[in-house]
């Protein structure tokens, strides 16, 4: 069908009044642009009740919308790509990713771990008021793999915004920092109401999703955050913290790290009260990072639910940071959620072998390879082969893995934006998650399954995790 104001091809689907002003308010959240694209659907040629709506026909209206004086600046930043998109991945049909697309429409689509707040710090410095402040997230900011624009491309619907620290702080300065993170979520909340709402509930993140924002909820990362006082522990869960990461590169005092030399064996008896304690107040358990012994001995312990906010599968790369298949099996009986992640080098041979000849060239040179921040400068300077890159394809098989050791019940994502320097290609930046999920259906995939690993496993573990009291 035509457009009537241009002339330009649009596509037409059916909706119910009710279902397409959700979907306006998700895609164009409630601005003068998103009515008058309602407007035209229903008094326009179209009639009631009969609303064209999908990525390409919502770009060609929201142009004619502003031809004919409408606010321009509520239609989208740039153009959408045009109906007859092709993905990046090898064979993919636009028919595939289209079908994605629709389901993230109207199912949450949850990531388990997103460093947007750490990426802000870094470029714009420790406060929060100033970090929160420096880019401008309604547009497209190419320094980002997050922005609102690139989420809106992405369907996403629930973010674990991580107030990541690295292990470099130590004690009090960790609580400080960990801290400037948490108000720097709490600053972009603010800042962007109609884009993100804190929630911590999963009643609370579907009703945000329903009105077309980001539920948004904290992840600390590293139990060094905690400075080994349950008091902190506690008071980060009064702000919102809603998962704790055991540990990050480094050991803690308490638990092993996947990534440092065992010192503990998993968990010590105060690892064990922290988790107990961790269980009581209702903050999950996020077993990322850590030593397969601390994952064995937190789901001993752990009374609820865990998660693993951003790994893949050991059996599909052997890399210390994934997850085996003893651990992924032990999630059916806990109820808790794997949640897949990109990091090339977890889940590329190729990428984890690139990263060792690196670690080994800085140990060479004196340098420590688990500090983030010398690894990114040594690796920019350092004369080495061209870096392989993950694919699309690799986190597929890591998604597939962990649903046949799992269960389909207990799979998500985590996908690790701006915590990382690149991503696969095909999955570069949080607009591309639609990408993976046709992907999926080319497999076979159904709507249902699909929905299962976008988010509905992960807001039951929500749900199974909130205080009734
Ligand atoms: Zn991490």
């Not at 241009?6 to 596509?11: A, I, P, T």
């Not at 440092?260 to 010590?268: I, M, S």
């Not at 080495?384 to 890591?398: G, I, L, M, N, R």
Request: glycine letters at 10%.
């Amino acid at each position: 069908m035509a457009c009537e104001l241009c002339g330009q091809e649009v596509r037409v689907r059916l909706y119910s009044v009710t279902h397409a002003i959700r979907l306006r308010r998700r895609w164009l959240g409630v601005s003068g642009a998103g009515l008058v694209v309602l407007g035209l659907a229903l008094f326009g040629p179209f009639g009631p009740g009969l609303v064209l709506l999908d990525t390409a026909g919502l770009a060609v209206l929201s142009a004619c919308a502003a031809a004919v004086g409408f606010a321009q600046a509520h239609g989208p930043a740039t153009p959408q790509p045009p109906a007859t998109r092709t993905s990046r991945v090898e064979g993919m049909t636009s028919g595939a990713l289209e079908r994605a697309t629709n389901l993230l429409d109207t199912t949450i689509l949850a990531d388990g771990h997103n460093d947007l707040a750490w990426e802000l710090r870094s470029q714009a410095g420790p406060n929060p008021v100033e970090a929160a402040a420096a880019l401008d997230l309604t547009v497209r900011q190419p320094s980002l793999q997050t922005d609102f624009p690139k989420l809106a491309q992405g369907k996403l619907g629930l973010q674990f915004w991580s107030v990541y620290v690295p292990c470099q702080f130590e004690g009090d300065s960790a609580v400080t920092a960990v801290l400037e993170q948490v108000e720097l979520v709490h600053q972009l909340a603010e800042r962007y109401p109609d884009r993100l709402r804190l929630v911590d509930t999963a009643a609370q993140a579907e009703a945000a999703f329903a009105d077309g924002r980001i539920a948004s909820l904290l992840g600390a990362e590293g139990g060094h955050s905690i400075a080994e006082s349950l008091g902190v522990l506690r008071s980060l869960r009064r702000l919102g913290v809603r998962y704790m990461t055991l540990t990050h590169n480094l050991n803690t005092t308490w638990a092993d790290s996947g990534t440092d030399e065992p010192a503990h064996g998993g968990l010590t008896e105060f690892g064990r009260e922290v988790v107990r304690e961790m269980n009581r107040i209702g903050m999950l358990v996020d077993l990322s990072h850590v030593a397969p012994s601390t994952m064995r001995d937190a789901l001993k312990v752990s009374s609820a639910p865990v998660i693993f906010s951003h790994s893949s599968c050991i059996a599909v790369n052997n890399h210390p940071r994934n997850i085996p298949d003893d651990v992924l099996s032990q999630l059916p009986a806990n109820g808790g959620v794997a949640m897949v992640t990109f990091v090339p080098g977890f889940i590329s041979a190729a990428v984890t072998a690139w990263d060792e000849q690196l670690k080994a060239a800085m140990t060479a040179a004196g340098q420590n390879f688990l500090d983030l921040g010398q690894r990114g400068r040594f690796a920019e300077a350092w004369d080495a082969p061209p870096k392989p890159t993950a694919t699309v394809a690799d986190v597929v098989a890591h998604v597939e893995h962990a649903r046949e050791v799992a269960g389909i019940d207990h799979i998500g994502l985590g996908g690790d934006y701006d915590g990382v320097g690149t991503l696969p290609d095909g999955l570069e930046d949080v607009s591309k998650y639609p990408v993976l999920f046709a992907a999926l259906m080319e497999r076979g995939w159904s709507d249902e399954e699909c929905a299962k690993l976008a988010g509905r496993n992960t807001l039951r573990v929500l749900r199974d995790t909130e205080l009734t009291h």
